[in-house]
């Protein structure tokens, strides 16, 4: 997992659009950067994403949010791999 210094987790959203979603009581906006879509999460807000079904094209069922692997953060941080 990709971490900031404020112990929250990188996210990463499977389209690069900005998307609001809430959690429980927080409230997170995905910023699309250099095609990923991605924030930083609560600990507790991880799991419940992560595992969140949403509809997608069709009306198929589909998950929409992934760990950020190193490349993907380094790209929306950074502007490279």
């Avoid at 499977?14 to 930083?40: C, D, T």
């Avoid at 589909?62 to 190193?70: C, H, I």
Wanted: charged share 20%; net charge neutral.
């Amino acid at each position: 997992m990709i971490k900031n210094d404020a112990g929250e987790t990188a996210v990463r959203y499977s389209e690069p659009i900005q998307k609001y979603i809430r959690v429980g009581n927080h409230e997170y906006v995905f910023i699309p950067r250099l095609g990923v879509s991605m924030a930083w999460v609560a600990e507790e807000s991880v799991q419940p994403l992560i595992n969140m079904v949403q509809s997608g094209c069709c009306g198929a069922a589909m998950k929409r949010f992934f760990l950020a692997n190193e490349e993907a953060a380094n790209l929306w941080l950074y502007g490279h791999r």
